[in-house]
């Protein structure tokens, strides 16, 4: 009998890339060459979309070349303007947004432009369309105008002050900018496979797009920084409250999200930038419930399970901290994480073959046809 292959794919090598990878043992993520440790923080997002779709770090006048590019590309066409209203009925915003972004296609000029140049161009516009589009849907269901985009300030900083309507704090500008650059790429995770599987078939950029958020919108890939958060809200009292909390989920076979990580086998190195950003915003806004509690939880958890924290865990106070809606952490993560899918999108098409996996047949042999009447 034939060995069966791994469940989910585990350890199997689906493609060959140069623009992130893993040491899951050593808890290292890599952009291109560069330890994570050795660029958050100290590159802008900017700079982390030309490293990933471009490949190098940029000079300061390709940087400024990328920066015109972005303020030129971020403005959305009619089509999708025109959804907008209909859209923020859906059930969540991962749905409004999934619809928005495939509808970028009607409006942009490369759409039937299958060359490489036009994928650069569409892959700028896409991170550029995507912060405005998050934050025009906040702004459409809370019926609040929409600032208009300061050309002082990054794609990080335009958020913020877009989705509260108050130019940030620059600290807390840069702390947003960081978590766009450690939230940018990490290999052949659930959606980034999925738009290089669509990508492989030679379809068209927003296809590909279109299905990384569809992946992304499953509580398995995106929503834990979400869930993480309504945890932290429903936890009463102090502090002191959280080692039960915790034991009880526990004791119930409740899984506590935020901990584990399907490749990591010690910390995420992404949860080592977050936990010291979470610290330090709980300083700035004077409020270090959450996480003081996220400390707490975390220990409980090591001491109980042996699982370390992952991206999603300290990200959830984070985005808190800085007074993005629960509910929007997920489309966040979409805002950086677009850098990456559109990098894998370029270069399956570079050097493409459509992604055909064989697969293990567990059903019925040899069955033979009877008629109807005799079954």
């Known amino acids: ?3 069966k292959s791994p469940r ?3 350890d199997v090598v689906a493609a060959s890339t140069s623009i992130s990878d893993i040491d899951g043992r050593e808890g290292r993520l890599i952009y291109r060459g560069y330890d994570i440790h050795d660029i958050a923080g100290r590159i802008s997002f900017e700079e982390c979309v030309h490293l990933l779709q471009r490949g190098t770090l940029p000079t300061q006048a390709e940087l400024d070349g990328l920066m015109t590019e972005l303020a030129d590309g971020r403005q959305y066409g009619a089509v999708a303007t025109t959804l907008l209203p209909s859209v923020v009925q859906s059930g969540t915003p991962m749905e409004a ?9 009607i409006d942009d000029p490369d759409a039937s432009d299958a060359s490489i140049e036009a994928d650069r161009r569409k892959a700028t516009r896409l991170v550029a369309q995507m912060p405005v589009l998050v934050a025009a849907y906040e ?6 105008e929409v600032p208009d985009a300061d050309p002082e300030l990054g794609i990080a900083g335009n958020f913020l002050l877009q989705i509260t309507g108050e130019r940030p704090a620059p600290r807390a500008a840069e702390l947003f900018d960081e978590c766009l650059v450690l939230h940018a790429d990490h290999t052949m995770n659930a959606s980034t496979f999925t738009a290089r599987v669509i990508a492989a078939t030679l379809s068209d950029m927003h296809s590909a797009i279109t299905g990384a958020m569809g992946a992304l919108r499953g509580p398995l890939h995106g929503g834990a920084n979400e869930a993480v958060m309504k945890t932290l809200t429903s936890i009463d009292g102090e502090v002191g409250e959280v080692d039960q ?14 901990f584990g990580h399907r490749v990591y086998k010690t910390e995420d190195p992404r949860a080592t930038h977050l936990r010291t950003m979470s610290e330090e915003l709980a300083d700035l806004t004077g409020n270090r419930r959450y996480y003081e509690f996220s400390r707490r939880m ?9 699982l370390y924290p992952n991206v999603d865990f300290f990200a959830a106070s984070v985005y808190h901290a800085l007074g993005i809606p629960t509910d929007l952490f997920t489309p966040v993560f979409a805002i950086s994480r677009m850098s990456g899918w559109t990098a894998h999108v370029i270069e399956q098409h570079e050097d493409n073959r459509l992604i055909r996996p064989d697969s293990d047949y567990t059903g019925p042999q040899n069955q033979q046809w009877v008629e109807i009447s005799k079954r």
């Open 245 to 258: 909390f915790v034991r009880d989920e526990l004791a119930a076979g409740r899984k506590i999200m935020g």
């Open 139 to 144: 702004g459409q269901r809370s019926g609040r």
């Open 97 to 105: 947004l999934r619809t928005l972004v495939s509808s970028l296609a």
């Open 298 to 306: 975390e220990q409980v958890v090591l001491d109980e399970k042996g």
């Open 8 to 10: 989910g794919l585990a």
């Open 1 to 3: 009998m034939a060995e």
